[in-house]
């Protein structure tokens, strides 16, 4: 089989353990740190989304420009931009990148977050939304003559795009860990994207995902799973953990987050945060290398569990999420575009063997 890994990249140099030191958009590192992913191996590159961040669609046509086969996963909140438009802005996008786009969309979990760009609709109201913009969305890449809507949230009419998506759609990423999140997502996305719990809560989403996927009439098995860890890699088991708490440590010590650590009231964390700290709070190791310090740590307030150990260790940990049906690996570092570099030259191509060494019989038998 075959296992998609991402990464994912900003324009500056920060994390949870680097405060940003330069302006918020380096051009120089942005380039570097999206050659890095393509030279690393990655599949395709994760371009967040944040009220305060840079904009993504500039990004992805920076990272694109920069790079020659990389995909691109851009993160969207449907709310902002009318669906018509976005439809138009990604097709074109995706035909100057020769294909290269996939579109990550988030709903968006933070009240006090979406009001900072004014959206003031409510989570359920936010989900029912996110259901009408995807469907608009495809139908006016689907559409050879105008189209007209009227719904909850969007009414117009003639729409019609002359540009499409180079495939004639874009594979639709889709994140959350509701009720909510799971009937949306079970009808549009072609891959669901978890953060990085333990396996058993892991195959308990991927079968709650599955279920919404056919009770909307669609084959359950024809819907990807991803997972989202941080790892943390040494020579050894036992150097990983000591590099593990001095990243805690780091991370702790932090008293002026900028943007990427900005937290929000418990009140607001999403279902997928709230599950990171309930799993921290059964312990900190779980499973062969999952350790949820570090959520628990920051909140929670995105992907944030670690697989710590040396390479071996983490490649095996990674495959036991392959082994329960998850088929992309989204891997970022604490040290952003040091940790990219590694995991291409020691990780990456360790679980690619595997997968190829299983394969072997298959293809043999089939011959």
């Given at each position: 089989?075959?296992v998609?890994?991402?990464?994912?990249?900003?324009?500056?140099?920060?994390?949870?353990?680097?405060?940003?030191?330069?302006?918020?958009?380096?051009?120089?590192?942005?380039?570097?740190?999206?050659?890095?992913?393509?030279?690393?191996?990655?599949?395709?590159?994760?371009?967040?989304?944040?009220?305060w961040?840079?904009d993504?669609?500039?990004?992805?046509?920076?990272?694109?420009?920069?790079?020659?086969?990389?995909?691109?996963?851009?993160?969207?909140?449907?709310?902002?931009?009318?669906?018509?438009?976005?439809?138009?802005?990604?097709?074109?996008?995706?035909?100057?990148?020769?294909?290269?786009?996939?579109?990550?969309?988030?709903?968006?979990?933070?009240?006090?977050?979406?009001?900072?760009?004014?959206?003031?609709?409510?989570?359920?109201?936010?989900?029912?939304?996110?259901?009408?913009?995807?469907?608009?969305?495809?139908?006016?890449?689907?559409?050879?003559e105008?189209?007209?809507?009227?719904?909850?949230?969007?009414?117009?009419?003639?729409?019609?795009?002359?540009?499409?998506?180079?495939?004639?759609?874009?594979?639709?990423?889709?994140?959350g860990?509701?009720?909510?999140?799971?009937?949306?997502?079970?009808?549009?996305?072609?891959?669901?994207?978890?953060?990085?719990?333990?396996?058993?809560e892991?195959?308990?989403?991927?079968r709650?995902?599955?279920?919404?996927?056919?009770?909307?009439?669609?084959?359950?098995?024809?819907?990807?799973?991803?997972?989202?860890?941080?790892?943390?890699?040494?020579?050894?088991?036992?150097?990983a953990?000591?590099?593990?708490?001095?990243?805690?440590?780091?991370?702790?010590?932090?008293?002026?987050?900028?943007?990427?650590?900005l937290?929000?009231?418990?009140?607001?964390?999403?279902?997928?945060?709230?599950?990171l700290?309930?799993?921290?709070?059964?312990?900190?190791?779980?499973?062969r290398?999952?350790?949820?310090?570090?959520?628990?740590?920051?909140?929670?307030?995105?992907?944030?569990?670690?697989?710590?150990?040396?390479?071996?260790?983490?490649?095996?940990?990674?495959?036991?999420?392959?082994?329960?049906?998850?088929?992309t690996?989204?891997?970022?570092?604490?040290?952003?575009?040091?940790?990219?570099?590694?995991?291409?030259?020691?990780?990456?191509?360790?679980?690619?063997?595997?997968?190829?060494?299983?394969?072997r019989?298959?293809?043999?038998?089939?011959?």
């Amino acid at each position: 089989m075959t296992v998609e890994f991402i990464g994912m990249i900003r324009t500056a140099d920060t994390s949870e353990v680097r405060p940003r030191r330069g302006p918020a958009i380096d051009p120089d590192y942005t380039a570097r740190f999206a050659r890095a992913h393509e030279e690393a191996g990655f599949d395709r590159v994760l371009i967040g989304y944040h009220s305060w961040d840079a904009d993504g669609f500039s990004v992805a046509a920076y990272a694109a420009a920069h790079t020659e086969r990389l995909g691109l996963l851009l993160a969207h909140r449907p709310g902002f931009v009318a669906p018509t438009l976005a439809a138009r802005k990604l097709a074109t996008l995706d035909q100057f990148t020769g294909g290269r786009l996939a579109l990550h969309v988030i709903s968006g979990a933070s009240e006090t977050e979406q009001r900072r760009d004014g959206d003031y609709a409510d989570k359920p109201a936010r989900y029912r939304r996110t259901d009408e913009y995807l469907d608009i969305v495809k139908r006016v890449w689907a559409a050879d003559e105008p189209i007209d809507h009227e719904g909850e949230f969007y009414r117009f009419q003639g729409a019609r795009s002359d540009v499409k998506p180079v495939h004639g759609r874009l594979p639709i990423y889709f994140g959350g860990s509701s009720a909510d999140a799971y009937r949306v997502g079970g009808r549009h996305a072609d891959v669901y994207a978890l953060w990085g719990e333990p396996l058993a809560e892991t195959a308990e989403q991927i079968r709650a995902v599955r279920e919404s996927a056919a009770g909307h009439g669609r084959d359950p098995d024809e819907v990807r799973f991803s997972v989202s860890f941080r790892p943390i890699l040494a020579d050894t088991d036992e150097q990983a953990w000591e590099r593990a708490h001095r990243i805690l440590a780091a991370i702790n010590s932090r008293t002026s987050p900028d943007g990427a650590m900005l937290a929000f009231p418990p009140s607001e964390r999403g279902v997928g945060s709230q599950r990171l700290l309930a799993a921290a709070e059964k312990g900190e190791r779980h499973d062969r290398a999952l350790w949820t310090a570090t959520a628990k740590a920051t909140g929670a307030a995105g992907n944030s569990t670690a697989l710590v150990g040396s390479p071996e260790t983490v490649a095996r940990a990674l495959l036991d999420y392959v082994d329960i049906g998850v088929t992309t690996l989204l891997i970022r570092g604490y040290e952003p575009l040091e940790d990219a570099v590694d995991y291409g030259r020691r990780l990456i191509p360790l679980v690619r063997a595997e997968l190829e060494r299983r394969d072997r019989p298959a293809a043999a038998a089939a011959r």
